[in-house]
């Protein structure tokens, strides 16, 4: 089997691995090393955090974004301009959770507008938010204006977390698994047909 062959066959691999992830654009490595996708469209924070936990790259399951820096937050920038990450205030009014991911759980803000992150934690609160807007804001959304408590339907970030090394591993040799089989597969073929061909000579 030669090296190239070897590495077309690891390649498509990951290929098809991105492909699972279904119609929208393949995630995109961001400056965390994790992967981030974006799905347009109208969804509540709950339909869309449904979806992005049913999503999975190279691997690894989905999750709404949790958005721990600038660089982060300025990445997710570059896939669209405005959409859901993975906070909310829901199960207690003033008190901001990440849902999922590696922060769920952890509290990023305390309060409302004049309220106050824990120590170290990155927010991006637009000017005047989160101010709970009609009683009834309780979902994080991220937009060029900075983050907003928000209850609507928008599009959603996605969040993959870095495959682990063993797990590229296991993509790359199932992938040269199969094409070592095919190539295996080849001259017995073509050995067969000599055979037959030989029976009749
Ligand atoms: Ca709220
Ligand atoms: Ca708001």
Redesign the pocket.
Known sequence: MSLCRALIAVLSGIILGSLSVSAHAIPQQGPTGNFYDFVPGSFSWTDARTGALGLSHLGQPGFLATVTSSAEDAFLATLAPLGWLGGT??PL??TWKWADGPEANQTFWLGGPGGSAPSGIYTNWGPGN?D?GGG???FLLRGPGGWD?FNGTQGYYVEFLTPEPTTLLLFGTTAAGLGLARWRARPRKQEAAKTSAALYE
């Open positions: 205030d829901q009014e003033g989160p709970n009834n804001q309780n408590d």
